[in-house]
């Protein structure tokens, strides 16, 4: 009897934190609606503050991902704040979480890479020397950016059944799952494969000239990326 009731209230904890969190982002989403993006960025503050200690990963995952978008409205966010903030989360998160704040981490570094590109080309004939890659990645060489990104992209890759034993729709609110036309059949793997693909692929010089032998099968069943 007396396991069954510590059963019951830890039921009962658990049931009534997760619709303490539903209540906190209706109220989140009607101010981001009216617009309202200080109160906004209080409430999301405090949300992420709740879930990092109730241990609740989901929540505090998508709570950050919300920080960051507001972030950027309020005062446009560098990619080098975007950049420490993901790194930090990789190193505390466990389970899928560490790959889900990687994925946002490469697209950082990508977006960092692409917007460099004007000033690589006009200083072409300016060597970046030094073979210890600098904290700031501002101050990255395009050689240090393809490094770091071709890293990335294996560690994303690197616990292959991690990915392939978690659904899509475990972690759907954490992901632009729209972009796949909602299909929550698929696993972890297979979306960050495709997507990689879809947003990368045909449309970064990086990726093209540097993941060649990248393969997807049109039924999904199977996906790699092999970089080189």
Known sequence: MRYLTIIFLLLNSFFMHAQDFQEQWKEIYVLEQKQSYKTLQKKVDDLYK?????????????????????????????????????????????GVYPFIYRWYYLKTLLAAYEAKQNYW??????????TTLPEEIDLWSEKQFKQQIIEQVNLLFAEEMVLKNTPLSQIKELVDYDAIDNNLNQNAYEFFATTFIKDYAFNSYLVKDNFTNIEIFDDHSCIAVHPF
């Open 50 to 94: 709740s879930a990092t200690k109730s241990k609740n990963q989901q929540q505090q995952a998508k709570a950050l991902l919300f920080q960051l978008k507001v972030e950027n409205v309020l005062k446009e966010t560098t990619y080098q704040q975007k950049a420490t903030r993901l790194q930090k989360q990789i190193k505390q998160a466990s």
């Open 121 to 130: 080309r006009r200083n072409s004939l300016v060597e970046t020397t030094t």
